[in-house]
DNA sequence: AAGGCAAATGTTTTT
DNA sequence: CATTTGCCTT
């Protein structure tokens, strides 16, 4: 291949990236501005024009789509299979250093991936034993807490103990914690990078290795690394790594889960001899679509900059929907898809798009009613379902008896009898002799510790295992777990459970044979097994691209991030949902809010609906509440937008406002979002919501001291400071 | 030990 | 409203 076939097909800047030889390389690139493409092209020229092995060079995303894609387009544009070349997700690549280095990791050789559901069992299960209220300290807080400060590369023993009972409360489980997982030979998702961090910085040996061997690394999406994964970046790369960094500081949303969009804002500082190129020509929008998103994340503070724009036309205008109640927004939605597709259109080029979760409810019903196939994507993933998992914990224990949380699974289920006493003197036993739930257990039924029924049930278990182990010589992988499925009593189970939900576990579980049967283990030494549950733990199988199917796509903004659709909804813009209600107070989390506008217009190729409810229920029936419009549909540029209204404005007037989209205002109340006031009793505060209008309309105001107040607006007396 | 009923509880989620 | 959770009964 030579260079040109390489760079014809990209635009001066991508081609300015893709062959750029300073030391560093941070490429800014925009929504749809192609950046995927220029990490791939840039990967080649290393190769083949600059003749690096590809045996030095790593290149890492977040996920295992990502990784899939690039290593099949790398191998495509490269024509040959990637030879050495390190390309995967920070996770997977991770995993990979410490299954090479597990003893100098200080881990178990066998050594497993607790999932963020095991986590929180584990958690549950501590703090239990440290006679924790769980009202008072809820243990998904305390998960969030924990993987936060691993999120921060911070150890239990990093932290100062203090007088503050929360902090005090976290750290004793945290450390507990830490107990657990190392007895257990379990390792969380942030371990895993933690770990392998650690694993370079005290062994200098193990570290100048990968220094020596990885001169190049490539970074997608760098706006999302967290600090463990800037840090990781760093110490791999040393004086004389050269880093491509590519991503979009407007497109960090992962904030709230330990995302630093300051590692790609700082890049330039730590790595020097930085050479910055931005991508700004979109190929995906209309200019009007773009012109909507510049406009609206302009108003963030202090962007790298960027400004997207296409050679493509206006396009049409963004339309705007003022709906009724949630189910005037669902019903004109799929009015406007019926349209669409009697154009001759497809509907998996629609997407439906919102804040939460629970928003997609009644466009479900609505889509139902209307006969309009579709998926709703997010909630649960293959890997994670029950089914599944219980599934995955008989094979696990196959392959390891000591493996506890796999243990804990199933010991009883289906139901054989091992009750909670039973299974708590096993527990008690375990911690006495620090031994696994196994080993406790087999002590105690020969040792005659059991009453009889309990005894006999444990030992029957054990013997299910060991008989179920014996199958795994030379069946294959999918008839293995054929069988696995079928002595567990597993199918027996769902099989027997009624209406729907037991028909599609059954189903589930045949597809878990089928992804046995389609899965080709990589590496010869270790056995076919061992390598699906490693594999399964670190991808969760989202089954996104599925069978191709033409049905319309709900998803969250979130999950949209990296997709494109001709015809993109945007629902609930509501102030309280989005942005969302948590996120008003801080600053920063309002930022993070905007960007997700930002990625959510710019998922539209062609057309984009953006619509709000003026009323909206919370939670099925109910009264509902009257949420302000989103502040982000007054940032979109009056000239952009048109504003649809099918009925004349009966129930309640615009809340536009006669002066038009620019308007910040509580519609007709003289005050304004936003706006700072002054109460005669609580001092000073700032408005943050209106609710309902003439005159029982009420002010949500945050006062400093006091906190929120709702005043009914005639007789608060609110004056403007 | 297992099943049934009332009460609690509801951002976003790459790995 | 709909789903999950924990308590209570058998």
Not at 78 to 103: C, D, I, P, Q
Not at 463 to 483: H, W
Not at 579 to 591: A, F, Q, T, V
Not at 611 to 621: F, K, P, Q, V
């Amino acid at each position: 291949m030579d260079v040109t076939t390489i760079l014809e097909t990209l635009n001066p800047a991508q081609q300015e990236a893709v062959v750029s030889d300073r030391k560093h390389l941070l490429v800014l690139a925009g929504a749809g501005s192609g950046k995927t493409r220029v990490l791939v092209h840039r990967i080649t020229w290393k190769v083949q024009v600059e003749n690096i092995a590809p045996h030095a060079i790593l290149a890492v995303t977040f996920t295992n789509k990502a990784a899939r894609e690039m290593r099949e387009r790398i191998d495509r544009l490269l024509g040959f299979s990637l030879k050495g070349m390190w390309v995967g997700t920070f996770h997977g690549l991770a995993h990979r250093l410490l299954k090479l280095h597990w003893r100098d990791a200080e881990l178990d050789e066998n050594f497993q991936i607790l999932d963020s559901d095991d986590q929180l069992r584990f958690i549950k299960r501590i703090m239990k034993n440290l006679n924790l209220d769980e009202q008072r300290w809820p243990p998904r807080q305390a998960q969030w807490w924990i993987n936060a400060q691993k999120d921060e590369g911070i150890r239990a023993s990093h932290i100062q103990s203090t007088d503050d009972p929360y902090i005090k409360t976290m750290l004793d489980v945290y450390r507990e914690y830490e107990v657990t997982c190392k007895r257990s030979g379990v390792i969380d998702f942030a371990e895993l990078l933690l770990r392998s961090l650690e694993l370079w910085r005290q062994n200098s040996a193990v570290l100048s290795h990968y220094q020596q061997r990885f001169k190049h690394v490539l970074v997608d999406e760098f706006q999302d690394t967290n600090a463990v994964q800037y840090a990781w970046l760093r110490v791999l790369a040393g004086k004389l790594g050269e880093v491509t960094a590519v991503g979009d500081d407007d497109q960090s949303i992962y904030g709230w889960r330990g995302a630093k969009v300051e590692n790609i804002r700082n890049f330039q500082v730590h790595f020097e001899e930085t050479h910055l190129v931005r991508l700004e020509q979109n190929y995906r929008s209309t200019s009007n679509i773009l012109r909507a998103a510049n406009a609206v994340i302009q108003r963030n503070a202090g962007r790298l900059g960027k400004k997207l724009w296409t050679d493509a036309g206006d396009g049409e205008a963004v339309a705007l929907y003022a709906a009724h109640n949630e189910h005037d927004e669902a019903r004109y939605i799929t009015d406007r898809i019926n349209n669409w597709l009697s154009d001759g259109n497809r509907r998996d080029e629609i997407a439906i798009l919102y804040r939460s979760n629970r928003i997609s409810r009644v466009l479900e019903g609505a889509l139902l009613q209307a006969d309009i196939p579709f998926r709703v994507y997010g909630g649960q993933r293959f890997y994670e379902r029950i089914e599944i998992k219980n599934t995955l914990a008989y094979l696990r224990l196959i392959v390891d008896r000591c493996n506890d949380s796999a243990y804990e699974r199933v010991v009883n289920f289906p139901p054989r009898g091992i009750g909670d006493r039973t299974l708590e003197s096993i527990r008690q036993e375990a911690r006495k002799q620090d031994s696994s739930l196994w080993e406790a257990a087999l002590a105690m039924t020969s040792g005659g510790r059991l009453s009889g029924r309990a005894s006999n049930a444990v030992e029957g278990f054990a013997e299910l295992i060991n008989s179920m182990s014996e199958d795994l010589t030379d069946a294959t992988l999918a008839n293995f777990a054929e069988t696995a499925i079928q002595k567990s009593g597993l199918k027996d189970f769902y099989r027997r459970e009624k209406g729907e939900v037991g028909l599609s576990r059954v189903e589930n579980l045949e597809e878990l044979v089928a992804a046995c049967r389609n899965f080709y283990p990589d590496e010869e030494e270790r056995s076919e097994l061992l390598q699906f549950l490693d594999q399964v733990s670190l991808d969760a199988g989202d089954r996104r691209v599925e069978d191709g199917e033409d049905a319309v796509q709900l998803m969250t903004l979130h999950s949209a991030k990296g997709l494109e659709f001709p015809l993109v909804f945007m629902v609930a813009l509501e102030e309280n949902i989005f942005p969302s209600k948590m996120s008003l107070d801080e600053p920063g989390r309002l930022e993070e809010e905007r960007r997700l506008a930002y990625v959510g217009i710019t998922r539209a190729k062609k057309k984009l609906f953006i619509s709000y409810a003026e009323n909206r229920s919370m939670y099925g029936a109910g009264s509902g509440s009257y949420n302000p419009i989103s502040r982000f549909i007054r940032e979109i540029p009056a000239g952009v937008l048109e504003e649809v209204r099918l009925r004349s404005a009966i129930t309640r007037p615009t809340s536009l406002g006669s002066r038009g989209l620019q308007s910040d205002e509580g519609e007709g109340t003289g005050f304004y979002l936003g706006q700072q006031v002054n109460h005669q009793v609580y001092g000073e505060g700032v408005i943050l919501n209106f609710e309902g209008n003439g005159p029982r309309a009420r002010v949500h105001v945050k006062f400093a001291g006091v906190g929120m107040k709702i005043l009914i607006l005639s007789s608060a007396r609110l004056s403007p400071t």
